[in-house]
């Protein structure tokens, strides 16, 4: 802030007048990088403060307001024929021109011209224009040209020139034909409206959600009626028209005949009519020379002017500004323009050209073929400000600004004036306020000199209000420049929103401007510098000089990571214009992998999308990709695909395993994955009810686990199906139900069932180690409480698993008899466990004090209650001895 | 409600209150009465975000479990499928939908995906017919839940296993997106450490999604200084060890799901005077166990040994709370000793409670069997004859304890002795499925395939070196007043948590040649601030650590993170996030392979 307003107070850089070359030149990247201020403002010599110094203006007095008529531009453009015979159509808010030569004429040799301008008359685009007869020319609310051919149907181009597509008023125009045509906007967008041969209306309200409306038959009309407008009224759009003196209003439904309050029938027919920018105001002229002029609800008169003119003026329209004083209307005919106050006071110009009007929300721009003025009531602080001999504080101020650079002593006095009546806040605020409205930067920067002099001797005032202004001003007068051609009033830019500014100049390719703007105002790169490189890029790819790769590279650098630039957006339109290898190049820049493939699987860019899917990490992507590359490639290729691909090739498997279990089966085979295979034959032969079913898996199993070199496993599948066979063997025979036990629990069972002698071949067989042979037979003996036939086993040879187990197992069974038998038995090392198992404490200590085993005394004594007394004395005893050593 | 998780030194209750949030926006995207159908592996984890009540609110008049054939009737206008984005799970929403009478006054039908939509199942719906059926597809982003006020899960209880065993990285993908909706609301993470393959993945993820995200820079304040990701099979030990701090050992024994533990009933009867137990109930005890109970907060995470004493001293501490009673006089005393009457009780049923399950345990844990099996572990952790066949695991088999047991001995085996000699390796396998059927080979194979269990390549066992480098056995570890993490589990300490201090202090590169040995990379990398939110530290204010187990974590793991942020001159305070709270059986299941036998 501090910055802005030392800028403006020095008198340093004042104004914003852009150096033209760079900015009409569409190389736009060139700018970006001169980051001295110096480069994109000229100075402008200290202004001499007086309107008459400007010629170009002409202000006049039309009671009981200022009117000012600014010159805009010289119009860039050169018109050999000015504007005689041509359609001409202006975009309201500075908006671009479209201009159709002799648009009537129909010889084929020589087709007419339809060239487009900005405001400033710089040429955009021109081309031979080749389809049918062109009724009306109009443009939208977003800067596309609409062309309303006499067949109904209208074709719609860009800035540019560029045909962007079509639609029709409806089938039956065809015949009937276009007679007449008009574009209107309402808040729903662009419309269109169209009167046929058949004297038949017809609406569009909304170019871009096209319902056609026809619209009620008129009684009495022939032809086409003498005047017509459309409305916007009550979120209703209609049709005011006019048939030799009768005044009908139609709508969806009906039409109705109206009288305007105070319209007396003696004035004669309505040639002529006209609806205010904000349709609120209408206007009518009479075949007399009457101008009516009163609410468009028809509900209140305003006035009634006598022109004393009879020919029909060829345009009407409303020049007032929001909180008018004196709203008017101005009538141009072919070598006339006048201006008709509500108050019946008028005001001519002669004119040397034939002109257009195009009514704007405060104004009037008239274009001629040599230049463009715009027609203003002059806001009420203006007038107050320069009215001859103001005593307004803001006047005041300026006064003694003025002084003060003259080193005045009346500065002090003009000051003091201004003080005593405490209106210095006011004075500073109109100086600000009526800078937003100048035009002139000369003017503009007098205007806040004066006031950032007040400032300085007002404490506690907000600079907001100041700040602001200067910041906008300085970025108006940059878009007003002649070549950038967009010459919006303050009023204008406000209701306009800077968004839609940035917008219209991203739209019209100034770049560079648009995003020093953005940096200027210091607008979020979200909604401004990457918005503007957005456009930059995608309208950079469409580029057909260029190389793909100088493309993609200029982009890249260019746009580099800005935040919310989304590469795939850019190469989606790359896409677009056919350019496919220059998409693949961009998508490479595009952060979010996930958003590259969509467009590569849409550009056939499959293998590519695969990557990049899996490089994004997302599975579902993944997925989604390889099930897209399964229906579209043949199986080999699929297979192939994933296979350099070995994430997505885990993730199919993954899938196969749950949803397809014979793919799974293909794709191990095509890996050679033997191990896998054989692993996938196992769980096959789980899923089969019959025993040879079964066993054949099983043998493929094996044959796997042989390639995969798994001997081990290979083994452990032989003895399976070896167990199996015995199984089914041992069922058919005896059924024993052994089928599909281990073959632990098969020797328990048969233990069980006492077939002691299969057991043993099992044991054999199988090489069961010796232990867990023991281990059963202890453990089956004791469950059938056979002690004898255990006695006898643990004699047959030495016990692998020692004598503690058997202790443990027969406690197991509660029989402390036979786990007594044991205990001598046990190792000197498991002795003292034994006798505790048994819950013998004199032989556990008797062993723990031999073996002077302090863990083991420990471990008794925790199992010692108090009647145990001389037991634990023993054992503490012992400790204490053993301790000493 | 959920106040627990908002003391911790990080406020996950703004976690929670977020999850909420949309869930709110989602029941009343669908106006009028609901009926949700619940995937019912999503119940345990939303029960952590949002009780019925929160439903109710919102016109959920009734909840049923997906299952095949027909919707139950239920006059609701909307039926809400709140499922995991799985394609099985899609044919049976696709068979309930078609199954619905169509006569009958139609249904809107909704789903929500948690935690992530997915074009696989939608397709799959199409596919069947009835994507145009629904009103609403959506995602529930659920990824990180709050447990506790210093524990995140993700409850993804197949992380590990896809992971490390089928390639397949989809949890890695919700790791990062859940990382990255936490560094939403808490703040860029500025430096990450990570050691692992999977850690590598995540990071390489996060660090793009945030360039993905680069305009949308993230202006607050970081609450974590730094973010450690480690992958499971980076510490293959921790897990398999039975864990000895009292919340590990309940978990080991009974199971935590979700936060609540089901114990036997027995312990929890209500002993009137003149009732004899008569009546026991049948119904398993159910208590939520998180540091909203005071008493639990104090010694969920003492070593066991610990516990006892713990308790006794509490018992003496209210009950001389009640005694106090005695002492008021004044009828202000009174009042005040009233007021406080309503915490005393609960203090005093809780410490019964726990009374009870500390009981239970330690009947267990005075076993022999539980003696013998932790005597093995600690031989094993210590190097003890890792390389020659246990006769403790053979007579294990022999006598056919459970498996899981088995195969956690046996892989602790395999590790502590970077893999088992051919020999060796071959005959506990053997052993393993002559004795539980031969149908376990899948479940070796993926074993050896994770590497929990695997035969010695080379002849060199760095385990020793690692645990000598890295102090993993404590001689002297003291349960109950520790100065080390290694009380955890009575004299191990846990590798995963042994690496997370030494990043802390003194810093990886003392010990790279260990990190080497690791598998997987080691890695840092650093998050770029936006200019003014780096953080003035205050001197002696806590650096703050978030540590992401990918693929699963212990109780005893956190409960050592705890000690290390509770030690005074750590100057670290952790808050633990993972794929899953595990313990070594749940672990080891996750991993088994079980063909269904079609054997008549």
């Given at each position: 802030?501090?910055?802005?307003?030392?800028?403006w107070?020095?008198?340093?850089?004042?104004g914003f007048?852009?150096?033209?070359?760079?900015f009409?030149?569409?190389?736009?990247?060139?700018?970006?990088?001169?980051?001295s201020?110096?480069?994109?403002?000229t100075?402008?010599?200290?202004?001499?403060?007086?309107?008459?110094?400007?010629?170009?203006?002409?202000?006049?007095?039309?009671?009981?307001?200022?009117?000012l008529?600014?010159?805009?531009?010289?119009?860039?453009?050169?018109l050999?024929?000015?504007?005689?015979?041509?359609?001409?159509a202006?975009a309201?808010y500075?908006?671009?021109?479209?201009l159709?030569?002799?648009?009537?004429?129909?010889?084929?040799?020589?087709?007419p011209?339809?060239?487009?301008?900005?405001?400033?008359?710089?040429d955009?685009?021109?081309?031979?224009?080749?389809?049918?007869?062109?009724?009306?020319?109009g443009?939208?609310?977003?800067?596309e040209?609409?062309?309303i051919?006499?067949?109904?149907?209208?074709?719609?181009?860009?800035?540019?020139?560029?045909?962007?597509?079509?639609?029709?008023?409806?089938?039956?125009?065809?015949?009937?034909?276009?007679?007449?045509?008009?574009?209107?906007?309402?808040?729903?967008?662009?419309?269109?409206?169209?009167?046929?041969?058949?004297?038949r209306?017809?609406?569009?309200?909304?170019?871009?959600d096209?319902?056609?409306?026809?619209?009620?038959?008129?009684?009495?009309?022939?032809?086409?009626?003498?005047?017509?407008?459309?409305?916007?009224?009550?979120?209703?759009?209609?049709?005011?028209?006019?048939?030799?003196?009768?005044?009908?209003?139609?709508?969806?439904?009906?039409?109705t005949?109206?009288?305007?309050?105070?319209f007396?029938?003696?004035?004669?027919?309505?040639?002529q009519?006209?609806?205010?920018?904000?349709?609120?105001?209408?206007?009518?002229?009479?075949?007399?020379?009457?101008?009516?002029?009163?609410?468009?609800?028809?509900?209140?008169?305003?006035?009634?002017?006598?022109?004393?003119?009879t020919?029909?003026p060829?345009?009407?329209?409303?020049?007032?500004?929001?909180?008018?004083?004196?709203?008017?209307?101005?009538?141009?005919?072919?070598?006339?323009?006048?201006?008709?106050?509500?108050?019946?006071?008028?005001?001519?110009?002669?004119?040397?050209?034939?002109?257009?009007?195009?009514?704007?929300l405060?104004?009037?721009?008239?274009?001629?073929?040599t230049?463009q003025?715009?027609?203003?009531?002059?806001?009420?602080?203006?007038q107050?400000?320069?009215?001859?001999?103001?005593?307004a504080?803001?006047?005041?101020?300026?006064?003694?600004?003025?002084?003060?650079?003259?080193?005045?002593?009346?500065?002090?006095?003009?000051?003091?004036?201004i003080?005593?009546?405490?209106?210095?806040?006011?004075?500073?605020?109109?100086?600000v306020?009526?800078?937003?409205?100048?035009?002139?930067?000369?003017?503009?920067?007098?205007?806040?000199?004066?006031?950032?002099?007040?400032?300085?001797?007002?404490?506690?005032f907000?600079?907001?209000?100041?700040?602001?202004t200067?910041?906008?001003?300085?970025?108006?007068?940059?878009?007003?420049?002649?070549?950038?051609?967009?010459?919006?009033?303050?009023?204008?830019?406000?209701?306009?929103?800077?968004?839609?500014?940035?917008?219209?100049?991203?739209?019209?390719?100034?770049y560079?401007?648009?995003?020093?703007?953005?940096?200027?105002?210091?607008?979020?790169?979200?909604?401004?510098?990457?918005?503007v490189l957005?456009?930059?890029?995608?309208?950079?790819?469409?580029q057909?000089?260029?190389?793909?790769?100088?493309?993609?590279?200029?982009?890249?650098?260019?746009?580099?990571?800005?935040?919310?630039?989304?590469?795939?957006h850019?190469?989606?339109?790359?896409?677009?214009?056919?350019?496919?290898?220059?998409?693949?190049?961009?998508?490479?820049?595009e952060?979010?992998?996930?958003?590259?493939?969509?467009?590569?699987?849409?550009?056939?860019?499959?293998?590519?999308?695969?990557?990049?899917?899996?490089?994004?990490?997302?599975?579902?992507?993944?997925?989604?990709?390889?099930?897209y590359?399964?229906?579209?490639?043949?199986?080999?290729?699929?297979f192939?695909t994933?296979?350099?691909?070995?994430?997505?090739?885990?993730?199919?498997?993954?899938?196969?395993k749950?949803?397809?279990?014979?793919?799974?089966?293909?794709?191990?085979?095509?890996?050679d994955?033997?191990?896998?295979?054989?692993?996938?034959?196992?769980?096959?032969?789980?899923?089969?009810?019959?025993?040879?079913?079964r066993?054949?898996?099983?043998?493929?199993?094996?044959?796997?686990?042989?390639?995969?070199?798994?001997?081990?496993?290979?083994?452990?599948?032989?003895?399976?199906?070896?167990?199996?066979?015995?199984?089914?063997?041992l069922?058919?025979?005896?059924?024993?139900?052994?089928?599909?036990?281990?073959?632990?629990?098969?020797?328990?069972?048969?233990l069980?069932?006492?077939?002691?002698?299969?057991?043993?071949?099992?044991?054999?067989?199988f090489?069961?180690?010796?232990?867990?042979?023991?281990?059963?037979?202890?453990?089956?003996?004791?469950?059938?409480?056979?002690?004898?036939?255990?006695?006898?086993?643990?004699?047959?040879?030495?016990?692998?698993i020692?004598y503690?187990?058997?202790?443990?197992?027969?406690?197991?069974?509660?029989?402390?008899?036979?786990?007594?038998?044991?205990?001598?038995?046990?190792?000197?090392?498991?002795?003292?466990?034994?006798?505790?198992?048994?819950?013998?404490?004199?032989?556990a200590?008797?062993a723990?004090i031999?073996?002077?085993?302090?863990?083991?005394?420990?471990?008794?004594?925790?199992?010692?209650?108090?009647?145990?007394?001389?037991?634990?004395?023993?054992?503490?005893?012992?400790?204490?001895?053993?301790?000493?050593? | 409600m959920?106040?627990?998780?908002?003391?911790?030194?990080v406020?996950?209750?703004?976690?929670?209150?977020?999850?909420r949030?949309?869930?709110?926006?989602?029941?009343?995207?669908?106006?009028?009465?609901?009926?949700?159908?619940?995937?019912?592996y999503?119940?345990?984890?939303?029960?952590?975000?949002?009780?019925?009540?929160?439903?109710?609110?919102?016109?959920?008049?009734?909840?049923?479990?997906?299952?095949?054939?027909?919707?139950?009737?239920?006059?609701?206008?909307?039926?809400?499928?709140?499922?995991?984005?799985?394609?099985?799970?899609?044919?049976?929403?696709?068979?309930?939908?078609?199954?619905?009478?169509?006569?009958?006054?139609?249904?809107?039908?909704?789903?929500?995906?948690?935690?992530?939509?997915?074009?696989?199942c939608?397709?799959?719906?199409?596919?069947?017919?009835?994507?145009?059926?629904?009103?609403?597809i959506?995602?529930?982003?659920?990824?990180?839940?709050?447990?506790?006020?210093?524990?995140?899960?993700?409850?993804?209880?197949?992380?590990?296993?896809?992971?490390?065993?089928?390639?397949?990285?989809?949890?890695?993908?919700h790791?990062?997106?859940?990382?990255?909706?936490?560094?939403?609301?808490?703040?860029?993470?500025?430096?990450?450490?990570?050691?692992?393959?999977?850690?590598?993945?995540v990071?390489?993820?996060?660090?793009?999604?945030?360039?993905e995200?680069?305009?949308?820079?993230?202006?607050?304040?970081?609450?974590?200084?730094t973010?450690?990701?480690?992958?499971?099979?980076?510490?293959?030990?921790?897990?398999?060890?039975?864990?000895?701090?009292?919340?590990?050992?309940i978990?080991?024994?009974?199971?935590?799901?979700n936060?609540?533990?089901?114990?036997?009933?027995?312990?929890?009867?209500?002993k009137?005077?003149?009732?004899?137990s008569?009546?026991?109930?049948?119904?398993?005890?159910?208590?939520?166990?998180?540091?909203?109970?005071?008493?639990?907060?104090?010694?969920?995470?003492?070593?066991?040994?610990?516990?006892?004493?713990?308790?006794?001293?509490?018992?003496k501490?209210?009950?001389a709370?009640?005694e106090?009673?005695?002492?008021?006089?004044?009828?202000?005393?009174?009042?005040?000793?009233?007021?406080?009457?309503?915490?005393?009780?609960?203090?005093r049923?809780?410490?019964?409670?726990?009374?009870?399950?500390?009981?239970?345990?330690?009947?267990i844990?005075?076993?022999?069997?539980?003696?013998?099996?932790?005597?093995?572990?600690?031989?094993?952790?210590?190097g003890?004859?890792t390389?020659?066949?246990?006769?403790?695991?053979?007579?294990?088999?022999?006598?056919?304890?459970?498996?899981?047991?088995?195969?956690?001995?046996?892989?602790?085996?395999?590790?502590?002795?970077?893999?088992?000699?051919?020999?060796?390796?071959?005959y506990?396998?053997?052993?393993?499925?002559?004795?539980?059927?031969?149908?376990?080979?899948?479940?070796?194979?993926?074993?050896?395939?994770?590497?929990?269990?695997?035969?010695?390549?080379?002849?060199?066992?760095?385990?020793?070196?690692?645990?000598?480098?890295?102090?993993?056995?404590?001689?002297?570890?003291?349960e109950?007043?520790?100065?080390?993490?290694?009380?955890?589990?009575?004299?191990?300490?846990?590798l995963?948590?042994?690496l997370?201090?030494?990043?802390?202090?003194?810093?990886?590169?003392?010990?790279e040649?260990?990190?080497?040995?690791?598998?997987?990379?080691?890695?840092?990398?650093r998050?770029?601030l936006?200019?003014?939110?780096?953080?003035?530290?205050?001197?002696?204010?806590?650096?703050?650590?978030?540590?992401?187990?990918?693929?699963?974590?212990?109780?005893a793991?956190?409960?050592?993170?705890?000690?290390?942020?509770?030690?005074?001159?750590?100057?670290?305070?952790?808050?633990?996030?993972?794929?899953?709270?595990?313990?070594?059986?749940?672990?080891?299941?996750?991993?088994?392979?079980?063909?269904?036998?079609?054997?008549?």
């Amino acid at each position: 802030m501090v910055s802005v307003l030392t800028e403006w107070t020095c008198g340093g850089h004042v104004g914003f007048i852009l150096d033209r070359k760079r900015f009409t030149t569409r190389a736009p990247w060139r700018i970006l990088h001169c980051r001295s201020p110096d480069l994109l403002f000229t100075r402008v010599s200290t202004p001499a403060l007086s309107r008459g110094s400007l010629s170009s203006h002409t202000m006049f007095f039309l009671p009981p307001s200022d009117f000012l008529k600014t010159e805009l531009y010289e119009m860039s453009w050169n018109l050999r024929d000015g504007l005689r015979d041509s359609l001409v159509a202006a975009a309201p808010y500075g908006g671009p021109i479209a201009l159709l030569r002799e648009p009537h004429r129909r010889s084929p040799s020589s087709r007419p011209q339809l060239e487009i301008y900005s405001a400033s008359g710089v040429d955009i685009a021109s081309f031979p224009w080749k389809s049918g007869p062109v009724v009306q020319l109009g443009w939208t609310v977003s800067d596309e040209l609409l062309c309303i051919q006499e067949d109904g149907s209208v074709l719609i181009y860009d800035l540019f020139g560029s045909f962007k597509r079509h639609f029709t008023m409806g089938q039956e125009v065809v015949q009937t034909q276009v007679l007449e045509a008009k574009v209107f906007h309402s808040p729903y967008g662009t419309g269109v409206a169209i009167v046929t041969g058949s004297s038949r209306f017809t609406l569009a309200t909304n170019i871009d959600d096209l319902k056609l409306r026809r619209l009620p038959e008129v009684p009495g009309l022939q032809g086409k009626p003498s005047c017509w407008v459309v409305l916007t009224q009550d979120r209703q759009t209609k049709v005011l028209l006019s048939n030799g003196p009768e005044l009908y209003i139609l709508d969806n439904t009906s039409c109705t005949a109206v009288c305007p309050p105070g319209f007396s029938p003696q004035v004669g027919n309505i040639v002529q009519m006209a609806v205010s920018f904000s349709y609120k105001y209408l206007a009518l002229f009479t075949d007399t020379g009457h101008l009516w002029t009163g609410s468009s609800h028809l509900q209140d008169k305003l006035s009634e002017v006598d022109t004393k003119k009879t020919p029909t003026p060829k345009h009407m329209v409303w020049c007032r500004r929001p909180k008018s004083q004196q709203p008017s209307v101005v009538l141009m005919w072919d070598r006339l323009l006048l201006v008709a106050g509500v108050c019946g006071d008028t005001i001519q110009f002669p004119l040397e050209d034939p002109c257009v009007l195009v009514g704007e929300l405060d104004g009037v721009r008239i274009i001629s073929s040599t230049n463009q003025e715009l027609l203003q009531e002059v806001p009420l602080v203006c007038q107050d400000m320069f009215k001859i001999a103001s005593m307004a504080p803001g006047a005041l101020l300026l006064e003694a600004h003025r002084e003060y650079e003259k080193s005045s002593q009346k500065a002090d006095e003009y000051l003091r004036e201004i003080k005593e009546q405490s209106m210095l806040g006011e004075a500073v605020r109109q100086c600000v306020e009526a800078a937003g409205h100048e035009y002139d930067p000369s003017t503009q920067k007098s205007l806040l000199r004066a006031a950032s002099f007040g400032k300085c001797f007002l404490t506690d005032f907000s600079p907001d209000q100041f700040v602001t202004t200067c910041r906008e001003l300085r970025v108006l007068n940059g878009v007003r420049e002649n070549g950038v051609g967009l010459p919006l009033t303050h009023t204008q830019f406000k209701q306009m929103t800077l968004q839609v500014l940035i917008d219209r100049l991203v739209y019209r390719q100034f770049y560079p401007l648009a995003i020093e703007m953005c940096r200027y105002l210091k607008i979020p790169d979200y909604q401004g510098v990457s918005r503007v490189l957005k456009h930059w890029a995608s309208c950079k790819v469409q580029q057909k000089d260029l190389s793909d790769d100088a493309i993609a590279r200029v982009v890249c650098v260019k746009v580099g990571d800005s935040p919310g630039v989304s590469y795939s957006h850019i190469a989606a339109k790359a896409y677009e214009c056919g350019r496919t290898e220059l998409a693949i190049k961009l998508l490479d820049s595009e952060a979010r992998s996930g958003e590259q493939v969509p467009l590569l699987l849409k550009m056939k860019r499959s293998q590519l999308a695969l990557s990049k899917a899996v490089e994004s990490g997302d599975t579902d992507l993944v997925y989604t990709v390889v099930s897209y590359l399964k229906n579209e490639m043949n199986r080999g290729d699929f297979f192939m695909t994933l296979r350099n691909q070995p994430v997505a090739l885990s993730l199919y498997r993954q899938f196969c395993k749950l949803q397809e279990q014979e793919t799974l089966k293909d794709l191990y085979n095509q890996d050679d994955d033997h191990q896998e295979l054989a692993n996938y034959y196992v769980t096959a032969s789980y899923r089969e009810k019959r025993l040879d079913s079964r066993l054949s898996l099983l043998q493929s199993a094996i044959d796997e686990y042989n390639k995969a070199k798994n001997e081990f496993s290979a083994k452990m599948t032989e003895d399976e199906m070896r167990l199996l066979r015995f199984q089914r063997k041992l069922d058919d025979e005896k059924g024993a139900g052994l089928l599909g036990l281990s073959l632990q629990a098969t020797m328990e069972a048969l233990l069980s069932l006492g077939l002691h002698k299969q057991t043993e071949q099992l044991y054999r067989d199988f090489r069961v180690p010796d232990k867990r042979y023991w281990w059963l037979k202890l453990m089956s003996l004791a469950e059938k409480e056979e002690w004898e036939e255990l006695e006898k086993f643990s004699k047959s040879k030495k016990s692998p698993i020692g004598y503690l187990a058997f202790v443990d197992v027969c406690m197991k069974s509660n029989n402390k008899y036979e786990a007594k038998k044991y205990v001598s038995k046990v190792t000197p090392e498991q002795k003292v466990k034994a006798h505790l198992a048994v819950s013998d404490l004199e032989g556990a200590a008797d062993a723990a004090i031999e073996r002077k085993n302090d863990a083991e005394m420990g471990a008794i004594l925790s199992r010692c209650s108090a009647s145990d007394r001389l037991l634990i004395d023993r054992l503490n005893r012992a400790r204490a001895a053993a301790a000493k050593k | 409600m959920a106040a627990h998780l908002s003391y911790g030194r990080v406020n996950l209750n703004i976690l929670r209150e977020a999850a909420r949030k949309e869930l709110r926006e989602f029941l009343d995207k669908c106006a009028g009465s609901k009926a949700i159908v619940w995937d019912e592996y999503l119940t345990g984890p939303f029960g952590l975000i949002a009780q019925y009540s929160l439903l109710k609110e919102h016109e959920v008049e009734k909840m049923f479990t997906l299952k095949s054939g027909r919707l139950p009737s239920a006059d609701v206008k909307n039926i809400i499928f709140f499922v995991r984005p799985r394609l099985e799970l899609m044919d049976i929403i696709a068979e309930n939908v078609c199954s619905e009478d169509k006569q009958h006054s139609p249904r809107d039908f909704h789903i929500l995906f948690v935690p992530r939509r997915s074009m696989l199942c939608e397709q799959r719906l199409k596919e069947q017919g009835v994507l145009g059926s629904f009103i609403n597809i959506d995602e529930y982003i659920l990824d990180l839940i709050p447990y506790d006020g210093d524990l995140l899960s993700m409850e993804y209880e197949s992380a590990f296993r896809e992971c490390y065993l089928e390639n397949d990285q989809t949890s890695l993908y919700h790791t990062a997106k859940g990382l990255m909706t936490l560094q939403a609301l808490y703040g860029t993470i500025p430096q990450i450490y990570g050691k692992g393959e999977c850690a590598r993945h995540v990071a390489n993820m996060m660090l793009r999604m945030k360039r993905e995200f680069a305009g949308s820079q993230n202006q607050i304040l970081p609450v974590f200084d730094t973010l450690l990701l480690l992958d499971r099979n980076v510490d293959l030990l921790t897990p398999v060890a039975t864990q000895l701090t009292y919340e590990g050992l309940i978990d080991e024994i009974y199971g935590i799901n979700n936060g609540y533990v089901k114990l036997p009933p027995e312990k929890f009867a209500q002993k009137k005077q003149g009732e004899a137990s008569k009546d026991l109930p049948t119904e398993p005890k159910k208590l939520q166990l998180n540091s909203a109970e005071e008493l639990y907060a104090e010694i969920r995470d003492k070593n066991f040994n610990a516990v006892g004493a713990a308790l006794s001293k509490k018992a003496k501490i209210i009950s001389a709370a009640f005694e106090e009673r005695h002492n008021a006089k004044t009828v202000g005393e009174i009042k005040q000793f009233v007021s406080q009457l309503p915490h005393m009780q609960a203090a005093r049923s809780s410490l019964a409670n726990h009374t009870s399950v500390a009981e239970l345990i330690k009947d267990i844990t005075t076993s022999e069997a539980f003696f013998d099996n932790l005597t093995v572990e600690q031989e094993f952790m210590t190097g003890v004859d890792t390389d020659k066949v246990n006769t403790y695991i053979e007579d294990s088999i022999a006598q056919k304890d459970p498996l899981i047991k088995i195969l956690r001995l046996v892989c602790m085996q395999s590790v502590c002795n970077n893999g088992l000699k051919q020999k060796v390796f071959d005959y506990y396998k053997r052993e393993i499925l002559q004795t539980y059927g031969y149908e376990h080979i899948l479940t070796l194979n993926n074993l050896e395939k994770s590497g929990l269990l695997k035969p010695q390549t080379s002849s060199r066992n760095n385990y020793p070196t690692i645990r000598k480098t890295l102090k993993l056995w404590m001689e002297d570890a003291n349960e109950q007043n520790p100065n080390d993490i290694s009380y955890v589990y009575s004299g191990y300490a846990p590798l995963s948590i042994r690496l997370t201090q030494v990043l802390a202090r003194p810093g990886w590169r003392s010990i790279e040649e260990v990190l080497k040995m690791l598998p997987g990379p080691h890695f840092e990398e650093r998050q770029q601030l936006p200019a003014g939110l780096h953080k003035k530290r205050q001197q002696g204010e806590n650096r703050t650590t978030l540590v992401f187990f990918l693929g699963g974590v212990t109780y005893a793991e956190i409960a050592a993170l705890r000690f290390l942020s509770q030690m005074e001159d750590s100057g670290m305070e952790y808050i633990i996030a993972t794929t899953k709270l595990i313990n070594g059986t749940t672990w080891i299941k996750s991993l088994m392979d079980r063909p269904e036998s079609q054997t008549p």
